[in-house]
């Protein structure tokens, strides 16, 4: 994973797309020392999304299994841990 920073990122951006996008690397851009976005290729955001939809549906299937009758949208995503 690469880091930089958001003035060598606005200078170096059609690089950085390109090696997200090409060389399937990760690039940190960071503000004062902190990370405040990251570039990723579009099939890490593919892995990440399906990641996600299997952490949802693994939640909903556990809501139904626990619940003896109707769940409410708030009790199900009370459930989900919080990022």
């Not at 090409?22 to 890490?44: F, L, M, T, W």
């Not at 139904?64 to 199900?76: D, H, K, N, P, R």
Request: charged share 30%.
């Amino acid at each position: 994973m690469t880091t930089t920073t958001v003035s060598k990122a606005r200078q170096h951006f059609p690089d950085l797309l390109n090696r997200a996008s090409y060389g399937k690397e990760r690039i940190v851009i960071e503000k004062h020392g902190k990370p405040i976005a990251v570039i990723i290729s579009p099939e890490d955001l593919q892995r990440l999304e399906a990641f996600e939809d299997a952490v949802d549906s693994a939640l909903l299937k556990r809501a139904m299994a626990q619940s003896t009758g109707f769940v409410t949208a708030e009790e199900l995503l009370s459930m989900r841990p919080i990022d």
